[in-house]
């Protein structure tokens, strides 16, 4: 796990690992020219310029980096706030677990069913006569 100095460290490694400025600026401001883009990420990643990331797009990156197996901003991150580090799921790992949650929340409906069924049945055949 490397460390970083600053947010902006982090953030640089981030896009570096997921294509370059250029690349990356293009896919966080597609409205603009890709120049334009890559000099206004520039000026964000610059601790001496005004511009800074909008935090819909520092995911966005992070995202992208994740997605290159970069997982600088959430070590980062974890590090900052005194986490343990981040251990990062495969998406075949993520689908299998969601199909698992999934088949046991069918499980436990279908036996909740039953049992309401049966309830339902056992009332029935003991209220008295007139009050079904």
Not at 40 to 48: A, F, G, K, T, Y
Not at 81 to 93: C, G, K, N, R, T
Not at 106 to 123: S, T, V, W
Request: negative net charge.
């Amino acid at each position: 796990m490397a460390h970083f100095e600053d947010l902006n460290e982090c953030l640089i490694a981030c896009v570096k690992a997921a294509g370059g400025s250029k690349q990356v600026a293009h896919k966080l401001w597609p409205e603009k020219t890709m120049e334009s883009a890559q000099r206004h990420l520039l000026n964000c990643l610059n601790d001496s310029k005004a511009e800074r990331l909008a935090p819909e797009h520092v995911m966005l990156l992070a995202r992208l980096a994740r997605e290159s197996g970069c997982h600088a901003y959430a070590e980062y991150v974890a590090d900052e706030l005194s986490y343990a580090d981040p251990v990062p799921i495969e998406p075949h790992d993520e689908i299998g677990d969601l199909l698992r949650q999934l088949l046991q929340c069918k499980e436990e409906e279908r036996a909740r069913d039953e049992r309401l069924e049966r309830l339902i049945a056992q009332h029935l055949a003991h209220a008295p006569k007139g009050s079904k």
